[in-house]
């Protein structure tokens, strides 16, 4: 499965309450512009195998493992794909050899990589140290960093013109208005947590977010 006709949306599930994520994945609509992610939190909480509870629900979807890898990247990849995993998230803070071993191990198992940048100061800089690289470039501003730091909307251009086989996500608080500015400055990918699982009106929240698609 791949990710060939951008811009998405990626739902970022980033629960600990099996509960309430059954009635959230209940309202996503099947969609071939909807990704879907199994959180930190969630993969923290429950295990890799939360990533097949969710398969259970949207069968065809692709899903998101945000494992956030920092060693034994080659490891990470296969227990993620063996859980039906179409990508997974690796930290850009990584050393060279793991995010290597983590874009072998994906390409071995016909599944993505995504190269989270949150608090990376060069993305570029690591992008020239790989021969092969990530299916996604995440530039990521964390939950902690909202109301400090804005987002790195002039990388997103500077990224795609450099290394235009790479696709470029969005996350970080993102809300409507935000959302249109990153994929009017070329963004694949618009990555959506809170804005949509803490809204009372799930589904109208989410096609609110795929209008902009």
């Known amino acids: 499965m791949k990710i060939n006709n951008p811009p998405y949306l990626q739902i970022a599930l980033d629960l ?7 009635r959230i994945l209940l309202k996503i609509p099947d ?27 949207h069968p065809s979807s ?7 890898t920092l060693d034994v990247g080659w ?7 063996e859980a039906s995993a179409n990508a997974v998230a690796i930290s850009g ?34 992008l020239e140290n790989l021969t092969k690289k990530p299916e ?6 964390g939950i902690d960093q909202e109301g400090k ?11 795609k013109e450099k290394f235009s086989e790479c696709k470029i996500a969005i996350a970080g608080g993102l809300n409507l208005e935000t959302s249109a500015r990153a994929l009017n400055n070329g963004a694949d990918i618009i990555i959506i947590g809170r804005a949509i699982t803490q809204e009372d ?3 109208a929240a989410i096609n609110d977010f795929l209008h902009f698609l």
């Open 31 to 57: 969609s071939d512009k909807i990704l879907l992610e199994a959180g930190t939190p969630l993969i923290k909480k429950f295990g890799i195998d939360i990533v097949k509870f969710i398969r259970e629900f």
């Open 16 to 22: 600990v309450d099996k509960t309430e994520l059954e």
């Open 93 to 126: 803070l990584a050393p060279n050899e793991t995010l290597v071993s983590s874009i072998e191990e994906a390409e071995k198992r016909n599944i993505a990589i995504f190269l989270d940048c949150m608090n990376v100061e060069s993305p570029s800089k690591i």
């Open 75 to 81: 490891l990470e990849v296969q227990i993620s794909a």
């Open 149 to 159: 730091i804005d987002h790195p909307w002039n990388n997103i251009k500077i990224i």
């Open 136 to 141: 996604v470039v995440l530039f990521h501003r």
């Open 62 to 68: 692709y899903i998101i493992a945000d494992m956030k």
């Open 201 to 203: 009106n799930i589904e």
